[in-house]
């Protein structure tokens, strides 16, 4: 696992598991291995650039992914910038305060002004230079004010369409994995593998 994020390393073990039945190991990533440089300008360059990373310190496959919540009403932002929105070292809450602070600033105040969605690309790579890429995305707009306690990152914010008006702080993680941006992904993923 290129990923040393506790909360997302948790949630690909979890669709994993259940989109291949429980045969899968996951492998944390060596704590010898320092963090990856994520200067990449798209989501798929830096899945890849972790990826390529841990492959070549550890000589096994390596599966990395990266996120992105773009906002319509941002011009996609913050995108590749998601978990560094508010500044190389900003929490959780202070990526959700400047979305919200942003929104305002642009004046999406109706929910139809603050459509969004999670995009998620995962990757495998091999230490032979394979790779296979899968893709997930799920709509939705923010809220006006983060509601629930669990999830991770932009999660008590973002409300999915094709939920029942729930933020995904407020879903359970099964709940959340069945439509995720993530839970797409890495089932697309596993299907590739496994086929």
Known sequence: ????NPDKV???EAVLRGALGGAVTIVPRPASVPDVVEDGDTLEANARLKAVAIAAATGEAA????TGLEVDALGGEPGVYSARFAGEDATYADNVAKLLASLGAAGAVEPAQRTARFRTVALVRYPDGREVVATGVV???ISAVPVGTGGFGYDPVFVPAEGDGRSFAELTA???HAISHRGRAFRALAHQLSG
């Open 63 to 66: 599966i990395a992914d990266d």
């Open 174 to 176: 099964d709940e959340k």
């Open 10 to 12: 948790a949630e690909i």
């Open 1 to 4: 696992m290129a990923s040393a």
């Open 139 to 141: 709509d939705g707009v």
